[in-house]
């Protein structure tokens, strides 16, 4: 018995022992080129790139580097620079006759000099087999709202020791940023065709990536891939219906074993979470959990089901049925069955022939549980999802250029026209003057407007035939504010939030203001000017007015009031009232007599003291945590900065502007899908990337104000170096190298006590985290927080002690120097909670334990 499983388990070993061979084989074969780059470079990845020049036959290109880098391109490598072609031009690569290779081609439609992209149309064949005909990056970015676009491709074996890639331009030039030739294990063996019970072989047909998923799970970059560099993206911008059916990921406990597969086919995070129906019969059965695709019409296409059921054990207890555009692919899916085995991966290939009859261009895939055999639970599950495009008879993969929705265009036109009448100032400001912040602000809005009009997303009308992600079905509602709301923007307000704030004439408000006299003014955003004003005979408020030539703001209006009117908490601004009449809006808010946090931070000549500042960070996390916890739905802020933390007479925080906020009513999704708003410098990266936001996207905006508070300088300063530009990026990487007292204000420096700063430091570290998941909770960034005030008190009393020759102990001093070396060795990683008698010991921390009670 023992020899067997000794055998069994050399068997195992020799298994993953050889995959790991064939990957790292194909990966000493790549060619990862960055076109036009004579040196090469490093992408945000860490993926070295070589240049392109010597695989290039011919004299007829040149290198431009583009004139703008999209706020999107959070890497130079490979998009800065480009490779022009103004006739046919030639690659050519060595390869193994009888290996398969990915071949991907990176393309960013931007100014290239004299070049406009917007006239490029290019084919590109290999050896051959046609990729693209009269392609045009342009128009394709334009209908995916994307700022550049990856086209991927397996090749099958060529019967050919070259591969030989030819840009042949249809019109005034073609361009290429990137190419890619990777050596690749041979992942396509046969799939049944959906409808028969045909298996069709499909070793030696070449594809085109179309989509690639981790469903329910995060965004998988090329490096995090099983060796093969691939990119993987969520799959809930292709839900389709009302039901999302539910998440799960797998336990601690739970291990992924690959046994006969090969361990290559996908990586543990793909096979790590999945996205099942649920188990309550009266609901299962009363929808599909419904995924929807847009594709290339009269084309065949392989779609690989990842599966691994982490949950069930046994045959039988999970069964569901398979459809591929209303036809059947699998009656009977019994994952466990497949694999056999819990936590051991498994997946299924069907092919489909789509003609588009109905002339939407929609590929429709579904789950359903079946009664059939009679399972233990009705429920279904996927792990993940491959689409890929095969070739035709004729050697073609090219499909045609996507048309942009006219709901994209004419919101393209609005965009451009609100751009010209728009304030050049982001800054919100509700009380105080911006004074220095005007500049930032003004750069902050015209990038944010650029990047806008590339990324956002404008409905179900978006046609795209690229691998990248769409949006088109996915639960978003970017709405947009225009000047016709204006007169009824109140009639949008539910009369819950009406009643519980004052509603002020606008003869009142005129009063107040002198009729919006410019000597009243204190401030001006986005929204429109700020006011100082008194009402009631002697109470000072801050009212906010809408610009009225302005097209942006009925969303942010109604938001604040929605927002603000349920909400009352001591670090949250209070907002006493709005005014909506004609075409004025405006909103009144109690007066912050100190002004934005980021006026006292630097250009001041009265800066704060490090306790100061510790202790207005701590406020602005004490109203965040109540947001994301103590209200009735989790509310993401969305727009973190020290100009939206306002100052009292007190100096007592102030969370302010929640204009952009979103609430999630319910976060078991663990994310809200929207359009990406915010502030350049503050803007989680991940939230930027996939569009998703959840409470940590709030978590790394602090992040960044607490390096601001620290250092005293802008989240964004583009007159420094390059390296120097983010402070998220400089201060992490000072922070890195040791060498983060050489940044820190130095109004404040020398006098942090070191455990004081180190906690601080670390605490602004983990909240920049570059996924969500590995970021603190709000509660634990207050936790310590509060936790670095104390030593800091600590160590000054011990200071005034010492020098007084009196002795620093006392009779609770035991009790309290154990619950501090308690709250020392917490991980600001954990999810932890504090009991009722440390709440005894140590008040400071009631804020975590009862977010409601304060």
């Not at 195992?12 to 064939?22: G, P, T």
């Not at 990137?178 to 050596?183: A, D, L, P, T």
């Not at 225009?482 to 009643?499: C, E, M, V, Y």
């Not at 952009?660 to 078991?668: D, I, V, Y």
Request: proline share 4%; with cysteine.
């Amino acid at each position: 018995m023992h020899t067997n499983k000794h055998i069994l388990f050399f068997l195992v070993c020799i298994s993953f022992l050889l995959n790991a061979l064939h990957v790292w084989g194909a990966q000493s074969d790549s060619l990862v080129l960055s076109c036009g780059l004579a040196d090469g470079g490093t992408d945000m990845y860490g993926r070295k790139w070589a240049p392109d020049s010597k695989y290039l036959n011919g004299s007829n290109s040149i290198t431009i580097r583009a004139g703008f880098q999209d706020p999107s391109l959070l890497s130079e490598i490979p998009y800065m620079t480009a490779r022009i072609f103004t006739s046919e031009a030639t690659y050519k690569f060595q390869v193994k006759t009888d290996k398969r290779y990915w071949l991907r081609l990176h393309f960013y439609p931007s100014a290239y000099s004299n070049f406009n992209p917007a006239d490029s149309y290019f084919s590109v064949t290999v050896n051959g087999l046609t990729l693209l005909k009269n392609f045009s990056a342009s128009i394709t970015c334009q209908a995916l709202s994307q700022a550049y676009i990856v086209r991927e491709y397996s090749l099958a074996p060529l019967d050919s020791n070259t591969l030989t890639v030819i840009f042949k331009p249809s019109s005034s030039f073609a361009f290429v940023n990137g190419i890619e030739v990777i050596e690749m294990p041979d992942l396509f063996d046969s799939a049944k065709m959906v409808g028969t019970s045909d298996q069709i072989d499909v070793k030696g047909v070449h594809s085109q990536t179309m989509y690639r998923l981790n469903v329910a799970g995060q965004f998988i970059p090329p490096t995090n891939d099983s060796g093969l560099t691939r990119t993987w993206y969520d799959d809930l911008p292709y839900l389709n219906g009302a039901q999302l059916g539910t998440t799960n990921a797998i336990s601690q406990n739970v291990k992924i074993q690959y046994k006969s597969m090969p361990a290559y086919v996908a990586p543990v995070e793909v096979y790590s979470s999945s996205r099942s129906m649920g188990v309550d019969k009266a609901i299962t059965e009363g929808f599909n959990l419904t995924w929807v695709f847009q594709v290339d019409p009269n084309s065949t296409y392989l779609l690989r089901f990842h599966f691994c059921d982490f949950y069930y054990s046994k045959p039988n207890q999970l069964v569901f049925s398979i459809f591929v555009n209303n036809q059947t692919a699998e009656a009977t899916a019994d994952v466990i069955a497949w694999s056999e085995g819990k936590a051991v991966p498994t997946y299924q290939d069907y092919m489909t022939y789509f003609t588009d009859a109905s002339g939407d261009q929609m590929l429709w895939v579904a789950l359903h549980p079946t009664n059939e055999t009679r399972p233990e639970y009705l429920d279904a599950l996927l792990n993940g999802l491959e689409i890929f495009k095969l070739s035709d008879t004729t050697g073609n993969l090219a499909g045609p250029n996507p048309k942009p929705s006219p709901m994209l265009l004419q919101n393209e036109a609005v965009e451009k026209s609100s751009f010209k009448k728009s304030d050049n100032s982001k800054a919100k400001v509700i009380g105080g003057a911006v004074g220095g912040a005007a500049a930032f602000g003004i750069l902050a809005a015209l990038v944010f407007v650029v990047y806008q009009r590339k990324r956002q997303i404008y409905g179900t009308d978006s046609q795209t035939s690229s691998w990248l992600p769409i949006y088109g079905n996915s639960h978003t509602s970017g709405s947009k504010s225009t000047i016709s709301g204006k007169s009824n923007a109140s009639s949008n307000i539910s009369a819950l939030a009406q009643g519980l704030c004052r509603h002020f004439s606008l003869a009142e408000i005129k009063k107040v203001t002198k009729n919006f006299d410019e000597s009243v003014v204190i401030g001006v955003g986005g929204f429109g000017k700020v006011y100082k004003g008194v009402i009631d005979g002697g109470i000072t408020v801050a009212i906010k007015r809408s610009n009225p030539s302005s097209e942006q703001g009925v969303n942010e209006f109604q938001t604040e009031i929605e927002m603000l009117s349920k909400l009352r908490h001591k670090h949250l601004v209070s907002l006493i009232g709005f005014c909506e009449e004609g075409n004025e809006m405006c909103l009144v808010y109690d007066y912050m007599a100190h002004g934005t946090l980021r006026d006292h931070v630097y250009k001041t000549k009265q800066p704060l003291s490090w306790k100061q500042r510790l202790e207005i960070c701590i406020g602005a996390a004490r109203g965040l945590h109540y947001l994301h916890t103590g209200a009735r739905y989790t509310i993401i802020h969305r727009d973190v900065k020290t100009t939206n933390i306002l100052l009292d007479e007190n100096w007592v925080a102030k969370v302010s502007d929640f204009g952009l906020s979103k609430t999630g009513p319910n976060m078991n999704n663990g994310h809200v899908t929207t359009v990406v708003k915010g502030s350049f410098g503050y803007l989680d990266p991940e939230y930027f990337r996939r569009q998703q936001l959840t409470e940590k996207s709030d978590v790394y905006s602090f992040g960044v104000v607490l390096f601001e508070v620290l250092c005293a300088r802008p989240a964004l300063n583009p007159s420094l170096p390059k390296e120097q530009v983010s402070l998220a990026d400089w201060a992490l990487n000072c922070k890195r190298k040791g060498v983060l007292d050489d940044i820190i204000d130095p109004n404040i420096k020398g006098k942090i006590h070191p455990e004081c700063l180190k906690k601080f430091a670390d605490t602004a570290e983990k909240c920049l985290a570059e996924v969500g998941y590995e970021r603190p909770s709000m509660g634990d960034v207050l936790w310590n927080l509060e936790f670095a005030l104390q030593l800091q008190d600590n160590n000054e009393d011990s200071n005034h002690s010492s020098q007084c020759g009196e002795s620093s102990t006392s009779d609770e001093s035991p009790k309290n120097d154990t619950m501090a070396m308690h709250r020392k060795n917490l991980s600001i990683e954990s999810e932890h909670e504090t009991s009722d008698e440390s709440v005894e010991t140590s008040a400071i921390f009631s804020q975590i334990v009862n977010p409601k009670g304060r």
